[in-house]
């Protein structure tokens, strides 16, 4: 398998990296990124079947010209609500499946808008593929398929203030404690404030019991439009300690963050502080909880799923496992479109299982 590996330098595609270098089934990587040099220098460390290529994805006759002739291309560029549309529209163009770890849920319906082109065209957008959204959504849908009658899914994560992000990360961060985002409440999406609706989640370690906020990822709007019969489906996410996630919506009220350009000035500001958001107590893992609830056997049952890891192998992994099953013709049978995990996966156990088999820490309480 050939991948293209944009944004393959940057501080959340190390592990990917490490992952790619020691699957069988990838003979080839070309690593891109806007950094010439970073990609040159990963190249040559991770080996012989890397090589590197400087790569400037707005510029979209460069890019398409690029993904031509691998078997997939692979995006860690983000900030998502700015780059999954058109860099996926590009792969279209260029005839070469996509993944991505996209994880805004605005960028998440500007891509499904993609569906009847990539269909026409016969190319598979997978995205959203890392741990929330796409663990997260696995989960669900192996809680929906385990109630007789699923009514309602709420997906929360968390993350450690050690973990190792990049600055698309970080504006990401901004961007989903910012403004509204949608939910799917009494069977209609309603939008709501980001960074409201707190409520306390108690995660497995080391984050335990944390306060979590409404927040702009995709799961709210891809379940409901893919498992049918859902009543209610929310997100909600934080950061321990939760101080960092008050700080945010603070920069947020002021009005700091309202816009890409906006966050982008904020970002070179604070970047220097940075370490002082983090401290040798907070933890450097990154968690998740997914309930689902409805009716099993005749009575009110509510079960629940649990992922633990460090943020960039749990992001990492599921985007590979898919990546694999792609090339070995997992998903031939379905047609060109964009999928969700929980639309790509009839049954996500068997695709869970391989994960288990890679490392990734889960916990089902049916």
């Known amino acids: 398998m050939k991948i293209l590996f944009l944004g393959g330098a940057g501080d959340m595609a190390v592990t990917m990296l490490d992952l790619m270098k020691d699957e069988v089934e990838v003979k080839e990587v070309t690593i891109c990124d806007l950094d010439g040099d970073k990609a040159s220098a990963k190249a040559e460390e991770y080996g012989k ?3 590197s290529k400087g790569l400037d994805v707005t510029d979209r006759a460069a890019l398409i010209k690029a993904m031509k ?16 549309n058109p860099v996926a529209d590009a792969a279209i163009d260029a005839g070469v499946h996509y993944i991505s770890i996209a ?3 605005d960028a998440f319906l500007e891509v499904e808008k993609l569906e009847g082109k990539a269909k026409q065209k016969g190319i598979k957008v997978l995205s959203g593929f890392g741990n929330s959204p796409g663990l997260t959504q696995m989960l669900a849908k192996k809680g929906y398929l385990f109630l007789d009658k699923p009514e309602g899914i709420s997906v929360n994560w968390a993350a450690g203030s050690n973990e190792a992000v990049g600055p698309a ?13 949608l939910q799917w409440r009494d069977g209609h999406e309603e939008y709501v404030p980001c960074g409201k609706g707190k409520k306390v989640v108690e995660f497995p370690p080391p984050i335990g019991s944390l306060p979590v906020f409404y927040t702009g990822h995709a799961e709210s709007v891809s379940l409901p439009r893919n498992l049918e019969g859902l009543k209610y489906a929310s997100v909600h996410g934080g950061v321990k300690p939760v101080f960092d996630v008050m700080t945010v919506r603070l920069l947020a009220n002021l009005g700091l ?4 350009r906006r966050r982008k000035i904020l970002f070179a500001i604070v970047k220097p502080i ?35 890891g460090h943020i960039a192998f749990i992001t990492s992994a599921p985007c590979l496992q898919a990546a694999v099953w792609l090339h070995k013709g997992k ?5 060109g479109g964009v999928y969700a995990p929980e639309r790509l996966l009839k049954d996500p156990e068997p695709f869970l299982a391989e994960l288990r088999k890679r490392g990734v820490v889960m916990e089902y309480f049916e």
Not at 169 to 181: A, D, E, P, Q, R
Not at 257 to 260: L, N, R
Not at 331 to 335: A, G, N, Q, S, V
């Open 257 to 260: 963050t309202k816009t890409h």
């Open 169 to 181: 990360n970080i504006l990401h961060l901004f961007h989903l404690l910012s403004g509204k985002t």
């Open 103 to 105: 994880d805004d849920y």
């Open 331 to 335: 998903f031939d049978k379905l047609p």
């Open 274 to 308: 940075l370490p002082l958001f983090q401290s040798d107590k907070a933890p450097n893992k990154s968690v998740g909880r997914v309930e689902v609830w409805g009716e099993h056997k005749g009575k009110e049952k509510t079960v629940y799923y649990t992922y633990v």
């Open 49 to 51: 079947k890397f090589k």
């Open 69 to 84: 002739g691998n078997d997939v291309v692979i995006s860690y560029v983000g900030p998502f609500y700015r780059f999954e």
